[in-house]
């Protein structure tokens, strides 16, 4: 009996022995302010991609868009080992009730809304970042000296998220609705003014859209003749042809409407013509 309660020990205790450090923790999301924009209502997860533990030393640090430290917090007294696939929540009271969730820790550092910086950080090594808003001086971590690069600020009650691990925050992190403990896979959410959902409808038109109607006074353009005209073109080699088609060669339409009145005339002038009294047949 001895000897088998010695295997099961030495079973249980082996993955915490091949337990790797801090650096296969990533945050995952990060609210900064509660349904109703209490900042008092704020979290932040992180996800464990490997089996790994956390230290005493380690601490969630957020700075200012300028990169001063604004704060920082310790969510574990004594090392504490998580195994892969591990979402670790660090939320106040306040996050706890407006989101409906219990959390490993209760700690979290003020975070800014409109701009600001979150890190992961184990004794004097940042493992991971994240830069939302305007920021002036972006704080890097190991696996990502040189991007500078921001996500859009959270709005409050929705999450940063990440959905990307290619150490380049712009494109890890979007807007979401919050699922914690759960991967990111919430309804996302992008503003009604970015991008080109902000150009007016119809914009690329809207110079053949304010064109006057037909039967008021003005010129074409001979070199853009619109596909819905339908007029008679002066043919450079004689004669008339039907400008048609979108991209076929066209003058004014005045000059066509003329080109018109001269056939009608010439048309008119070749019917014959009977005087009264005279007799039929005899042209005058």
Do not use: K
């Not at 079973?11 to 022995?17: C, S």
């Not at 992008?190 to 409808?201: F, K, R, Y």
């Not at 001979?222 to 007029?231: M, Q, S, T």
């Amino acid at each position: 009996m001895l000897a088998r309660l010695a295997v099961a020990a030495s079973v249980i205790a082996a993955p915490r022995a091949a337990a790797a450090g801090v650096s296969v923790f990533r945050l995952s999301e990060v609210v900064t302010a509660g349904p109703t924009g209490d900042p008092a209502a704020r979290y932040v997860e992180l996800e464990a991609s490997g089996d790994g533990c956390l230290f005493p030393s380690t601490v969630v640090r957020a700075y200012g868009p300028d990169g001063a430290t604004l704060g920082d917090a310790m969510p574990f007294a004594s090392t504490t080992c998580f195994v892969a696939g591990s979402f670790l929540l660090f939320a106040t009271p306040a996050a706890q009730a407006a989101f409906q969730t219990a959390a490993d820790a209760a700690l979290v550092p003020a975070l800014p809304a409109a701009a600001g910086q979150l890190c992961l950080v184990s004794s004097t090594t940042r493992y991971d970042c994240v830069r939302w808003g305007a920021i002036t001086q972006p704080v890097h971590d190991l696996f990502a000296p040189a991007d500078d690069t921001s996500a859009l600020a959270p709005p409050g009650g929705l999450a940063l998220a990440r959905v990307a691990d290619v150490n380049v925050v712009e494109v890890d992190w979007r807007i979401e609705a919050p699922p914690p403990r759960a991967p990111n896979d919430g309804q996302p959410w992008d503003p009604g003014d970015a991008g080109v959902d902000a150009a007016p409808p119809d914009a690329g038109d809207a110079g053949l859209d304010a064109a006057p109607p037909i039967d008021a006074p003005f010129t074409v353009d001979a070199a853009r003749v619109d596909a819905n005209d339908r007029f008679l073109d002066l043919d450079p080699r004689g004669g008339a042809t039907c400008g048609c088609g979108a991209g076929a060669p066209g003058t004014s339409l005045g000059l066509a409407l003329v080109v018109l009145a001269t056939l009608g005339r010439r048309r008119r002038d070749a019917t014959p013509r009977v005087r009264l009294g005279a007799r039929p047949g005899r042209r005058r």
